[in-house]
């Protein structure tokens, strides 16, 4: 059975990561086209700067750590034999902290700077700035940026999601609110004899695109419903 996951900003919220567009969503007081465009660099690279610097720091502190649903999909991973691709949205690491090998981060990757010239990705832990020297050249300063994926760029991977997309014969999309593409319409690439799962704790505008919905918190519907899989 090859299988295919997506994962968004839910299956971290229980982790201390907020979401986007929850009560506590990290959009709130921030317009998204001031923090996370092409434009909005070039416009405002502080302000850009600082919100992704924050959310660095906080991913980075102790109490942010891997929940019960990273972790069953890590273990479902190392003791699954066909196809696995683990699709991400999120630009935390939590699913590499867990364990998951197969990840493909569309969105970029926090912990990971860019060279606005050459492209070159950078492991990166500390503050951007636009005072930043160049790893490679520290008489370059402030030609890095969070390697995250903004509205109006392309994500990482789709020639790799849409060709596991049809081989799959289990999707499961977990904690997505399935607005923003292409990662909501991933569902409609799948095969139709594709077995296709949408664990959120609420309904999404591509719920009816699903075979199967499970309602309720990652955390406690991933296990069990891996563990189910597995089982039969
Ligand atoms: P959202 O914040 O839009 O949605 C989070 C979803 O998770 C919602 O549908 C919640 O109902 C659900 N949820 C929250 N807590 C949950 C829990 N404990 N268990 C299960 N479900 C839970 O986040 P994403 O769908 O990931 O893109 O957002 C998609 C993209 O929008 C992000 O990757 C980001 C953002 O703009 C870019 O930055 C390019």
Same mark, same amino acid.
């Given at each position: 059975?090859?299988?295919?996951?997506?994962?968004?900003?839910?299956?971290?919220?229980?982790?201390?990561?907020?979401?986007?567009?929850?009560?506590?969503?990290?959009?709130?007081?921030?317009?998204?086209?001031?923090?996370?465009?092409?434009?909005?660099?070039?416009?405002?690279?502080?302000?850009?700067?600082?919100?992704?610097?924050?959310?660095?720091?906080?991913?980075?502190?102790?109490? =942010?750590?891997?929940? +019960? $649903?990273? %972790?069953?999909?890590?273990?479902?991973?190392?003791?699954?034999?066909? *196809?696995?691709? /683990?699709?991400?949205?999120?630009?935390?690491?939590?699913?590499?902290?867990?364990?998951?090998?197969?990840?493909?981060?569309?969105?970029?990757?926090?912990?990971?700077?860019?060279?606005?010239?050459?492209?070159?990705?950078?492991?990166?832990?500390?503050?951007?700035?636009?005072?930043?020297?160049?790893?490679?050249?520290?008489?370059?300063?402030?030609?890095?940026?969070?390697?995250?994926?903004?509205?109006?760029?392309?994500?990482?991977?789709?020639?790799?999601?849409?060709?596991?997309?049809?081989?799959?014969?289990?999707?499961?999309?977990?904690?997505?609110?399935? =607005?923003?593409?292409? +990662? $909501?319409? %991933?569902?409609?690439?799948?095969?139709?004899?594709?077995?296709?799962? *949408?664990?959120? /704790?609420?309904?999404?505008?591509?719920?009816?695109?699903?075979?199967?919905?499970?309602?309720?918190?990652?955390?406690?519907?991933?296990?069990?419903?891996?563990?189910?899989?597995?089982?039969?």
């Amino acid at each position: 059975m090859n299988v295919l996951i997506l994962t968004g900003a839910g299956i971290s919220a229980e982790s201390g990561v907020p979401t986007f567009r929850g009560e506590d969503g990290l959009w709130e007081g921030h317009r998204l086209d001031e923090v996370a465009t092409p434009s909005a660099f070039e416009r405002n690279p502080h302000l850009v700067h600082r919100f992704y610097n924050e959310r660095r720091r906080s991913l980075l502190s102790e109490s =942010v750590q891997p929940n +019960a $649903a990273h %972790i069953a999909l890590a273990e479902f991973e190392a003791a699954h034999h066909d *196809e696995f691709l /683990l699709v991400t949205q999120n630009i935390d690491d939590l699913h590499y902290r867990a364990g998951s090998r197969n990840v493909l981060s569309m969105h970029g990757e926090l912990l990971k700077a860019k060279c606005l010239d050459s492209g070159e990705v950078f492991p990166w832990q500390e503050d951007l700035t636009m005072e930043t020297p160049h790893p490679r050249d520290p008489s370059q300063q402030g030609r890095l940026r969070p390697h995250v994926v903004w509205f109006g760029e392309m994500p990482f991977g789709l020639d790799l999601i849409s060709t596991a997309a049809q081989s799959a014969d289990l999707f499961v999309a977990i904690g997505t609110s399935a =607005v923003v593409y292409p +990662a $909501a319409g %991933i569902v409609d690439l799948t095969r139709a004899d594709c077995r296709t799962v *949408e664990i959120n /704790l609420d309904d999404t505008p591509q719920s009816t695109a699903f075979d199967e919905s499970i309602r309720g918190k990652a955390s406690v519907e991933v296990p069990k419903f891996l563990r189910q899989l597995t089982a039969t």
